[in-house]
Structure formats: C-alpha cells, structure tokens
C-alpha cells in the first residue's frame, strides 16, 4: 500500500450476550446465562463466516462481557474458517463500563494502525449510542439487543474516526 491510498478499517460492535437478572450483587459481576453463552459463540462463528476475525478486541471489564468474549472466541476457533494462527490483542478496559459514546470512541481511537479489524464488545446504551453516533442515518433507532453485532466501516485511520465516520455496512443478531 502507498502513501496515499486508504486503507478500510473495520469495527464491529456487539452487545454483551443475554445475563442474569441483577441481584443484590454488584452488577459488573453479573454472569451469562446459558442462552447467552450459546448465542455468543454463534456470534463468533459468524464472524469467522463473515471474515471478521479481530485483529484487536476492546472488552468492558465487567464479567459478562468478558465471558461474552471468550465464548465468542471459542465460537471463532471452533467453525469452519477459524483464525489464521494469530490471536487477537484483548485489552480489558474497565472504561467501557457504563461508558457514554464518546467515551467507547476514544477507546478506539487508541488502537494500533496497523490494525484493520477491531471488535468492541460492551453495553447499552453506550455501544447502541456509538453506532448511531459513527451512522446516524443506519442506525438501529431501538438499538442494539443481546449478542447484536453491527459492522461499521472507515477509510479512516483509528485515531482520526469521528462522528458519522464509519457507515454501517452489516449487521447480525447472533442466536445460538
């Protein structure tokens, strides 16, 4: 690639898979239930399907989205297609708990260049609200559900991704 030709970024977004009801336990702790590990390996053998397979992968600490990320991990390895050998870098970023847009934007933002596929796995509304921040028009206006994967697009460089940015160019809803 030269000087000036643009290279395509992509960042996928999904929502941590379906958790247990809150309890009187602190809720970063919440677990997956059993629905939500299935759908989130289904979530990952889509991606392999797709080719989405993460060069770098931005978790919220929060248990169930750390589970989300394994099962999704294992979903990638375990079809047909799986990665190619390298493990994606996994940052666990307690920054994406409870995050506003802005603030998940800016996580991205600090990913390596040479990273063409980042996955961001974290929680409402902050996710459903970045997507509608990067695609206003594509948005889903009711956001995203459990396990909804939405795949946004950049010519841009990570650290240069603004609002309305990165269209959206697919989206799935993973059901295991």
Sequence with gaps: MTDGEAETRTLVLLRHAKAEQPTTG???????TAR??????????????????????????????R??????????????????????VVRYAAAAYEA???????????????AGTVLLVAHNPGVS????????????REGLRTSDLVVHRTG???????PGGAPIVD??????
């Design 67 to 88: 589970q989300t990320w394994h099962d999704v991990a294992l979903g990638m390895t375990g079809s047909e297609g799986g990665p190619a050998g390298t493990a994606p």
């Design 156 to 162: 841009k460089p990570w650290t240069e991704l603004t």
């Design 26 to 32: 602190p809720d970063v702790e919440r677990r997956l």
């Design 129 to 140: 609200l970045l997507s509608a921040l990067l695609d206003p028009d594509r948005a889903d």
């Design 36 to 65: 939500g590990h299935a759908d989130a390996a289904a979530a990952g053998a889509w991606l392999a399907r797709q080719g989405l397979l993460p060069d770098v992968v931005i978790c919220s600490a929060a248990r169930r989205t």
């Design 100 to 114: 506003h847009p802005d603030d998940l934007l800016n996580l991205v933002r600090t990913v390596e260049p040479e």
């Design 171 to 176: 989206r799935h809803t993973a059901r295991g």
